[in-house]
């Protein structure tokens, strides 16, 4: 992992310390990475309630409640369903903050024929702003799509604290 995600990760645990908030993540095409990544940060145990790892389009109705109907209509590549990522998971936790993230990192097209590089991020705050948006990174490769999500989801939590 670089040192920027790492410090960036640091930074978000200090901040969310300080404030007396937790977070939750909802992960697809990161696979609990941005977990991991909060994990390994000073103070996380404070502040890091988990992650939900939904990497189906089932498991994210099952797991999160992402509407069937949804995934149907639009994928599950869509700033829709990044949104609900959020709130479900702030609906069946505890936590004050929320990221999800979805998306295809590659090497392929996925199912729905999103490309390699589209991804969603999701940042929910309970009882407040949800912030929604897409990233169109290319294919840059997976762990390079996968780090810039990481890095983008740390950056909008950041901007609900």
């Known amino acids: 992992m670089n040192k ?3 410090s960036a990760a640091e930074d978000l645990v200090k901040r969310a310390a300080h404030e007396k908030l937790t977070i939750i993540t909802a992960e697809s095409c990161t696979t609990g990475m941005l977990a991991t990544l909060l ?3 000073r103070g996380a145990a404070k502040i890091l309630h988990g992650g939900f790892v939904t990497y189906t389009k089932e498991h994210k109705h099952v ?5 069937e109907e949804l995934l149907r209509a639009k994928s599950a590549v869509c700033e829709e369903v990044a949104c609900a990522m959020a709130q479900g998971a702030l609906a069946r936790s ?5 990221a999800a993230i979805t998306g295809v990192a590659g090497p392929e097209p996925d199912e729905d024929g999103n490309p390699v590089g589209r991804v969603y991020i ?3 705050r309970r009882g407040g ?4 948006f897409r990233k169109d990174y290319g294919a840059i490769g997976r762990d390079a799509v996968r780090e810039a999500a990481m890095a983008d989801a740390i950056a909008a939590l950041k901007r609900l604290i």
Request: hydrophobic share 50%; aromatic share 0%; net charge negative.
């Open 94 to 98: 505890t936590a004050d903050l929320a």
């Open 129 to 132: 702003k949800v912030d929604c």
């Open 63 to 67: 797991a999160l409640g992402v509407p």
């Open 39 to 41: 994990s390994e940060a």
């Open 4 to 6: 920027s995600l790492q």
């Open 122 to 124: 999701a940042a929910a």
